[in-house]
C-alpha cells in the first residue's frame, strides 16, 4: 500500500516536472501603460526577448507629441497599414485628430501594457502615445490562406469542387453559403488547459438533439491537455467508445457534405488551423455514402452504394474465406475448379496463413510507402511493388497465383470505401478473421463475424445507436441510407423521421 | 432487476428474440426425431406442438399481464410467498443453467462430427461461450437488436432448402394419417425440445415496451413462424429422403445439402452449418440472459454483469464434464423431461394462484 502511494506520488510528481510545449502558457504579470513612452518600448521589448521581426517605427504629431507605433512584421500586413494609417496620418494635427482617425479604423483601446503582448502576438500593431496612459491596438492582421480548392482525399465527379481550408472562418463562410438557415447556430469554444485552441459547434436549433449539444460541450470542457490540439485528440475524447475499432465520427474536407448532415441533425465541429471538420454522430453506414450518389441516377447512387457495402464484406471476410477453404474446406469448391485451384496451391511450400500474411503485409508496405510521397514515385513504387513483386513471388514459387488474386480484390474492395478513417479500420478488421480462419476454418470465421456484428450493435455514437438502420431494423431508414431512393419519394421519408426515430 | 425506460424492447424485437431463441440447435436433428414418433407424417406433429404452445401462451399472457410491472422474481415472490419463491427461483435457475449446458455440448457435438474432428473441446466451446458473454453483459434491447439483425440469416437457411427440390419425390408424404392420435402426440413430444425458447416471454415482459395485444400477436407470430419453418424444413427432408434412408442419416438437413453440386460451389451444408452456428449463439445468449438474472435475485452478485461471467463460467466448466454420447443423451432426455414442469406446470400453478389472489398494487412488492 504504501509503495502504491509512494509511487503515484512520484508519478504526479513527474507530471508536474514536464516541460510544457505549450504556445500560451507563458503568463504576463498586468502592467498598466505608462505614460512616458520609453518604458513602454523596454517593457514589450523585454517581454518578446527582443525578437528582431518586432518593429518598431517612430512618428509625431505636430513635430511635439511622439508616438510609437510597433508590431511584428512577420505577423502583420505592412500593405494594410500604409492603407489605414500612414496615409491618413498626413492629416492628423492634434491627438484629438488622431483619436478621430483611430475611431475609424476599429481600433482597440488598452488600458494595460501587458494585454498588448497577445494583441502583437495576433498581428496587431500598437500604438503608443506620449503622455497618454493608454494605447491603441490596431488591425493589420496578415491573412494568407490556401485557395479554396477541391480536396484530395474526396473527390466528386458531379457537385461543388470547393474545400475546408485551415481558416475556421472560412469553413463557416463556406457552409453558410450553401445553409440559408435562420436557426443555423455557432457555439465558440475555447479547450485545452490553457483554453489557447478555439473550435466552433455548428448545429440548426430544433433539429439536432439538444442532449447531443449538451454532451459534446461535457465532453469538451474534460479535455485537460496542454499539447496543440488536433481534429484525431479530439475525436477521441468525444467518442462513446474509445477502445473501438471503428471511427465514431466522420471528418471531411466538404462542405457540401456538412451541409447535408447539418440540415439531418448532426453536429459540426471545426477546429481552427484545420481544414477538417468533424461530424457527429455518425452511423456506420454514412461512411458508405458519397455525394455523387444523390447527383446520379437513382439506380445508379443505388447500385453503387450496395456494391460499397458489399467491398466492405469482402476487405473484411475474403483473405480469411480463401484461407479457410484452402486449408479446412476444399470439399467446398465445385468440381471443375479442383484441378485449377490444386496445381496453383499444391507446390507453395507455406501454409495459406504465411502466403495471405506475407501478401498482406507486402501490400500494407506499397501502400504506406506510396502514400507520402510525391506522385511519381508514389507511381513507380505502386509499378514495383504491384506488378513487379506480385509476378515475380509467384514464379519464384513462394505464394500460389490464387492468393495473389484474392490479396489484389481484398485491397481494391478496401479502397472502395470513400471514407479514410472507415478504410483503416476495414484494413486491421480481416487480420483477426485470417487468423481465425487458419486455426478454426469456418467456424472461426463465424466467431469473429459475429463479435464484430455484436460489436457494432452495442457501439453508438453520441448514445446514438452506430448500425443504424440495421440495429434497431427500420425499413424506411434502409431505404433511405443503405440504397437510395429518388428524392422525390425521400421527402415523404423526411416528414415521418421524427416519429420513426423515437422508436429503438 | 430494475426495469428502466430507455432499455426496453419493441414488439418486433419480440418477435425476433423469440424466434431466434427458439432455432437453433435442434434445427438439425428435428426431422429425424419427429420421424422416430410419426414417420413421414412428423410435419402434423409439428403443427400439432405449435397448436400446444400456443395454448400455453393463454396460461402466460394472464400471468404476466396481470403483474406487468413486476418481474418474474417478484412475481413468485407476490404469489407464493418470499420461501417457495426462492425455491423455485432456484429450480428455474438451475433449469436455464442445465439448458445453456445441453445447447452447447450438443453444439459442440455437431461441430466435432462436421467440421473440427481434432480441435480440442474447450476452445469450440470457448468461442461461442465468449460471443455469448460479449453480448449478454448489454441490456436486453441490445440483444433484440442483435436478433433483428441475424434473422436475416434465415432467408438464407430457408434457401439453401429449396436445392433440396431438384430430386424432391411427393410420394415419400403419402399416405397421410397411417399413425393413430397417440402416435402423433408422442411425435410432438419429441419436437418440443426444437420448440424451446417462447418461455422467454415469462422473463421479458416487464421490458417489453407495447400493448399487450401487440405482445400476443408478435409472439404467436414468432411461434408459427417457428413452425412453419420447421415444417418446410420437414417436408423438404421427408421429400428428399427416402423412408429408408432416413433412418440412417442423423443430421438428415445436412446431409441433404450435401448431396448438392453446381458448378460455382459445392457442399451446401458448411454453409449451413456456419448459420446453424449464430442460430446456435442467440439460443445461448439468450438463456444465458436468464440466468444471469437469476443470479442478481438467488445469488449475492448484485451487478447482472459479474452474474453473466459467473453463469459463462459454469456453464462452460460444466459442459466440459460431459464426455461420452451416451451421457449427453442422457442429459438431454433429463433436460426435456424436466422442461414440462418448467415451462407449463409451475406457470399453470402461479396462474391459477394467482387468480385466486388478489390482484396486486402497482410498483408493491
Known sequence: MKFMQLFNKKKRQKNYEEPNPTIADYEIPPKPTNSVLNTNRVFIKETLNYTEDLTENELQINQDTDCLLMFIESLSDEEKLEKNFYSKWENVYSTWDLEKVLKNMDAIKLLHVSDAIPHLLEGKSILFIDGFEYCYSLNSTKVIQREIGQPDNEQVIRGGHQGFVEKMIVNIYLLRQLVHHPQLTVRYEHIGEKKNTKLSLLFIEGIADKEQINEIGRRLAKIKTNKLISSGLIEEYLEDSPYSPFPQYMSTERPDRCALNLLDGKIIIFIDGESTALILPITFFSFYQSNDDYNSRWYAGSFYRLLRLFSFITAVTLPGVYIAIISFHFEIIPYGMTYVIKDAVELIPYPPIIEAFFMELTLELIREAGIRLPSPIGQTIGIVGGLVIGDAVVNAGFVSSIMIIVVALTAISSFVVPANEMNMSIRLLRFPIMIMASLLGFVGIIFCLNLYLIHLCKLTSLGQPYFYPLAPFSFKGLLKDIVRIPHTKMNMLEANKKSKNKES | ?365
Open chain 2, 1 to 365: 432487476m430494475e426495469t428502466s425506460l430507455n432499455n426496453r424492447i419493441s414488439t418486433t424485437q419480440v418477435f425476433f428474440v423469440i424466434v431466434q431463441t427458439q432455432i437453433g440447435i435442434s434445427i438439425l436433428t428435428l426431422p429425424r426425431d419427429v420421424y422416430g414418433a410419426v414417420e413421414w407424417e412428423g410435419w402434423i406433429s409439428i403443427a400439432i406442438a405449435g397448436a400446444v404452445i400456443q395454448l400455453v401462451l393463454l396460461i402466460y399472457v394472464p400471468l404476466v399481464f396481470r403483474f406487468k410491472h413486476h418481474t418474474f422474481f417478484t412475481l413468485t415472490k407476490i404469489t407464493l410467498g418470499t420461501p417457495i419463491s426462492v425455491f423455485i427461483n432456484l429450480g428455474y435457475f438451475f433449469y436455464f443453467i442445465s439448458v445453456s449446458i445441453l445447447i452447447l455440448i450438443l453444439y459442440y457435438r455437431t461441430i466435432a462430427a462436421w467440421l473440427l474432428p481434432v480441435t480440442p473441446k474447450w476452445m469450440i466451446m470457448l468461442l461461442i461461450i465468449s460471443a455469448a458473454v460479449y453480448l449478454v453483459r448489454e441490456d436486453i434491447h441490445i440483444i433484440g437488436r442483435f436478433y433483428a439483425l441475424v434473422s436475416g440469416l434465415l432467408v438464407i437457411v430457408i434457401a439453401v432448402q429449396f436445392t433440396g427440390y431438384t430430386s424432391a419425390n411427393p410420394l415419400y408424404l403419402l399416405p397421410i394419417g397411417h399413425v393413430g392420435i397417440k402416435d402423433y402426440i408422442e411425435g410432438a413430444q419429441s419436437s418440443l425440445q426444437a420448440m424451446l425458447g417462447f418461455e422467454v416471454l415469462l422473463f421479458i415482459y416487464p421490458f417489453i415496451q407495447g400493448a399487450k395485444k401487440k405482445v400476443i400477436q408478435s409472439v404467436s407470430l414468432a411461434i408459427w413462424f417457428t413452425v412453419s419453418l420447421y415444417i418446410f424444413t420437414t417436408v423438404s427432408v421427408f421429400l428428399f429422403f427416402s423412408p429408408d434412408e432416413i433412418e440412417l442419416v442423423p443430421h438428415p438437413v445436412l446431409y441433404m445439402l450435401k448431396a448438392y453440386s453446381s458448378p460455382f460451389i459445392d457442399r451446401l451444408d458448411l454453409i449451413f452449418i456456419s448459420i446453424w452456428i449464430v442460430s446456435v449463439t442467440t439460443s445461448l445468449i439468450m438463456y444465458l440472459y436468464l440466468v444471469s438474472l437469476f443470479t442478481q435475485v438467488i445469488l449475492p452478485i448484485k451487478k447482472r454483469k459479474t452474474g453473466v461471467l459467473f453463469g459463462g463460467t459454469l456453464i462452460f466448466a460444466i459442459s466440459m464434464f460431459f464426455e461420452s454420447n451416451e451421457s449427453i443423451d442422457a442429459f438431454g432426455e433429463f433436460v426435456s423431461k424436466i422442461s414440462y414442469s418448467f415451462i407449463f406446470y409451475i406457470p399453470a400453478v402461479l396462474l391459477i394462484v394467482a387468480l385466486i389472489r388478489k390482484k396486486p398494487e402497482r410498483g408493491k412488492e
